[in-house]
């Protein structure tokens, strides 16, 4: 029998429900932000990945799948979204003068990395960019924003690591010193081959041995330069203003090389060693590495598997709104005639084509999470009348045939429909 490849997995129905659940909530509130949602092909150059994510990134190097097309052209299965919106806005024509663009997204990543707990080679991710104004207001209102998802979706104990990565007038003083501090010390082999190629991507080590000595490495904030800490402070006075908590972070650095002020993280510690719920910042200069008009932007993405596993415990929800039990063959054909008139209604309703028992169908309307249950048998074909069930209380009444379908659609009507 074949099996899903290592690091890919099957969304059944219970887990797509709750994923679509979540969806609509994202949805929603990135809706009254002005954020519309735009969809990218999962397929794209390699060299737009390479050129944005930075050809030294383990992203680039490691994990991309990236393949040679019958054509003859290097592609590569999207790692992440934002080169790949940027790219669509710059062909569409969005960002040239009409102002702030604001544009999401959810669909599907590929990486090549060991599969963890919410985190698979394919994965699924949500996202927002904001494209062309340099305003520190902006990456505050988006910060607030993420807020405002956490509390759509009832995710608790999380906190928000703020900071601010610098820029190119100031950063590379700060690499150059990181460089420095990281000679001579006893860091694990990944670590040492960043300290050459991406210095930055150090601090974001997860092992414990690098944790112990990274964490008396020098600070960003000792770098900035005058205009990002003026921006940083803006950042700040605004957040201070919208009411929204955050913890500075001087170490915290995003791990593409496209980032530069403000950078932020949400975590949920008790997610363990991967435990950053969604992260993302200012990427100025990405739009002009990629060829694309240059537009200043700001973002932050986050992982859908990761994300389920962040959230409350799923309410026990009826999930259909009539099972139609036939007590015999005989009302087989008018329990298909009453399921028929309740879809057409906009009510959820199935049928057993099995022939079972009526104890064995009130099992199965259990099973399938109805709310109510319509019992037909040979008395209720007789007096042109159904007994209708609560699946919930027991309670149970008689209902005359031509007033069953109202007796049903006040009962539950709504719940389960769309």
């Given at each position: 029998m074949?099996?899903?490849?290592?690091?890919?997995?099957?969304?059944?129905?219970?887990?797509?429900?709750?994923?679509?659940?979540?969806?609509?909530?994202?949805?929603?509130?990135?809706?009254?932000?002005?954020?519309?949602?735009?969809?990218?092909?999962?397929?794209e150059e390699a060299s737009l990945f390479a050129r944005g994510l930075?050809?030294?990134?383990?992203?680039?190097?490691?994990?991309m799948y990236s393949f040679e097309d019958r054509g003859g052209r290097t592609v590569t299965l999207r790692p992440e979204g934002t080169?790949?919106?940027?790219?669509?806005?710059?062909?569409?024509?969005?960002?040239?003068g009409k102002g702030l663009v604001r544009l999401c997204y959810y669909g599907p990543m590929f990486r090549y990395e060991k599969p963890q707990k919410g985190r698979m080679r394919e994965f699924y991710q949500y996202g927002v960019e904001a494209l062309g104004s340099h305003s520190?207001?902006?990456?505050?209102?988006?910060?607030?924003?993420?807020?405002?998802?956490?509390e759509a979706?009832?995710?608790?104990?999380?906190?928000?690591?703020?900071?601010?990565?610098?820029?190119?007038?100031?950063?590379?003083?700060?690499?150059?010193?990181?460089?420095?501090?990281?000679?001579?010390?006893?860091?694990?082999?990944?670590?040492?081959?960043?300290?050459?190629?991406?210095?930055?991507?150090?601090?974001?080590?997860?092992r414990g041995e690098c944790r112990d000595v990274l964490d008396g490495a020098p600070e960003i904030p000792d770098y900035w330069c005058d205009d990002c800490r003026g921006h940083f402070s803006e950042v700040r006075e605004n957040l201070d203003g919208y009411g929204v908590a955050y913890k500075l972070e001087p170490?915290?650095?995003?791990?593409?090389?496209?980032?530069?002020?403000?950078?932020?993280?949400?975590?949920?510690?008790?997610?363990?060693?991967?435990?950053?719920?969604?992260?993302?910042?200012?990427?100025?200069?990405?739009?002009?590495?990629?060829?694309?008009?240059?537009?200043?932007?700001?973002?932050?993405?986050?992982?859908?598997?990761?994300?389920?596993?962040?959230?409350?415990?799923?309410?026990?929800?009826?999930?259909?709104?009539?099972?139609?039990?036939?007590?015999?063959?005989?009302a087989l054909g008018e329990a298909l005639r009453l399921a028929r008139e309740m879809r057409a209604a906009g009510l959820s309703a199935e049928v057993d084509f099995e022939g079972r028992s009526l104890k064995a169908q009130m099992k199965e309307a259990?099973?399938?999470?109805?709310?109510?249950?319509?019992?037909?048998?040979?008395?209720?074909?007789?007096?042109?009348?159904?007994?209708?069930?609560?699946?919930?209380?027991?309670?149970q009444r008689s209902v005359a045939r031509d007033e069953l379908l109202d007796a049903v659609g006040r009962s539950g009507k709504g719940k389960n429909s769309s």
């Amino acid at each position: 029998m074949f099996q899903t490849l290592r690091g890919m997995r099957d969304i059944l129905p219970d887990e797509a429900e709750r994923r679509r659940s979540m969806e609509a909530a994202l949805r929603g509130v990135f809706s009254r932000y002005g954020y519309r949602e735009i969809v990218t092909p999962m397929m794209e150059e390699a060299s737009l990945f390479a050129r944005g994510l930075g050809e030294g990134s383990d992203l680039v190097s490691k994990e991309m799948y990236s393949f040679e097309d019958r054509g003859g052209r290097t592609v590569t299965l999207r790692p992440e979204g934002t080169a790949s919106v940027l790219r669509a806005a710059a062909q569409a024509g969005l960002c040239q003068g009409k102002g702030l663009v604001r544009l999401c997204y959810y669909g599907p990543m590929f990486r090549y990395e060991k599969p963890q707990k919410g985190r698979m080679r394919e994965f699924y991710q949500y996202g927002v960019e904001a494209l062309g104004s340099h305003s520190p207001a902006l990456d505050a209102e988006m910060l607030e924003m993420v807020a405002r998802v956490l509390e759509a979706l009832r995710v608790e104990d999380t906190t928000l690591l703020l900071n601010s990565v610098g820029c190119a007038a100031c950063r590379p003083a700060y690499v150059k010193a990181l460089v420095k501090f990281a000679e001579g010390k006893k860091l694990c082999r990944e670590c040492l081959a960043r300290a050459g190629r991406n210095p930055l991507r150090m601090l974001d080590c997860k092992r414990g041995e690098c944790r112990d000595v990274l964490d008396g490495a020098p600070e960003i904030p000792d770098y900035w330069c005058d205009d990002c800490r003026g921006h940083f402070s803006e950042v700040r006075e605004n957040l201070d203003g919208y009411g929204v908590a955050y913890k500075l972070e001087p170490h915290l650095v995003r791990g593409l090389d496209y980032y530069v002020r403000t950078a932020f993280e949400v975590i949920q510690e008790s997610l363990g060693a991967q435990d950053a719920l969604l992260g993302g910042g200012r990427y100025d200069g990405l739009a002009k590495a990629l060829g694309c008009p240059d537009v200043p932007g700001i973002g932050f993405a986050g992982g859908v598997e990761r994300l389920l596993i962040a959230l409350p415990e799923a309410e026990k929800t009826p999930r259909l709104d009539v099972y139609v039990a036939a007590a015999g063959d005989s009302a087989l054909g008018e329990a298909l005639r009453l399921a028929r008139e309740m879809r057409a209604a906009g009510l959820s309703a199935e049928v057993d084509f099995e022939g079972r028992s009526l104890k064995a169908q009130m099992k199965e309307a259990n099973r399938l999470g109805a709310r109510r249950a319509v019992i037909l048998g040979e008395d209720e074909l007789k007096n042109r009348a159904a007994t209708l069930k609560d699946m919930e209380t027991g309670e149970q009444r008689s209902v005359a045939r031509d007033e069953l379908l109202d007796a049903v659609g006040r009962s539950g009507k709504g719940k389960n429909s769309s």
